[in-house]
């Protein structure tokens, strides 16, 4: 089986994921993606006025309900201590040991990659799909994947998919300063955050 995974804080969950997941499904067959909530991201570790572990959850199930190629995986979430990429794979591999992974990710974490704990790990053990971000050229993005094939022997493709101009942290903003934010997010989990009272005391930093 060919297994997407889509990890992050999903601090909200938003369409920009959504649409990610479905293209990287499309484009290279996948049979499924995973949405898998950090637990404890090591490069976030301030969450004051967020969303709780639990909450988090509830959204992505919420998000990604009614597609069946998309999934929710709380593997990180049931991790102790910090969440990182490369203990990740090595559980999927243990428990899907006839699976194959696709690992994906924005422009900003293909920057970032060389940085995170144990990238040799990570490339070992996956494919890198990676998407435009953050108003990203292509030939930036394709420097970036050719320095990451050099320097780990990255098997990595790119993902044509809009370059959607949405974040968490700004959608967390416009809701604690009162502001719509329909058609950024599926209406159930715009319920779900309006009925739990999610970042109504969140501190802006």
Not at 4 to 15: A, L, N, V
Not at 84 to 102: G, V
């Amino acid at each position: 089986m060919k297994t997407g995974i889509m990890g992050g804080t999903f601090d909200p969950p938003h369409y920009a994921h959504l649409i990610l997941a479905e293209q990287a499904k499309e484009q290279f067959h996948l049979d499924r993606v995973l949405f898998m909530p950090n637990g404890s991201p090591p490069h976030k570790p301030v969450r004051t006025g967020r969303a709780d572990n639990e909450q988090r959850l509830q959204m992505c199930a919420l998000a990604v309900a009614g597609n069946p190629g998309l999934e929710l995986c709380d593997l990180e979430m049931k991790s102790e201590g910090p969440s990182y990429s490369y203990l990740t794979l090595e559980k999927l591999h243990q428990i899907y040991p006839e699976d194959e992974f696709y690992f994906i990710i924005g422009a900003d974490s293909l920057f970032d990659f060389p940085g995170w704990r144990q990238p040799q790990k990570i490339c070992d053990q996956c494919i890198l799909l990676c998407a435009v971000r953050n108003n990203c050229s292509e030939e930036e993005i394709r420097k970036g994947m050719e320095t990451l094939k050099t320097a780990f022997g990255a098997r990595i493709e790119l993902i044509r998919t809009p370059n959607m101009d949405i974040s968490s942290k700004m959608l967390r903003q416009m809701i604690h300063e009162g502001r719509s934010v329909r058609y950024y997010m599926p209406d159930d989990v715009i319920r779900y955050i309006a009925e739990q009272r999610i970042y109504s005391n969140l501190q802006i930093q």
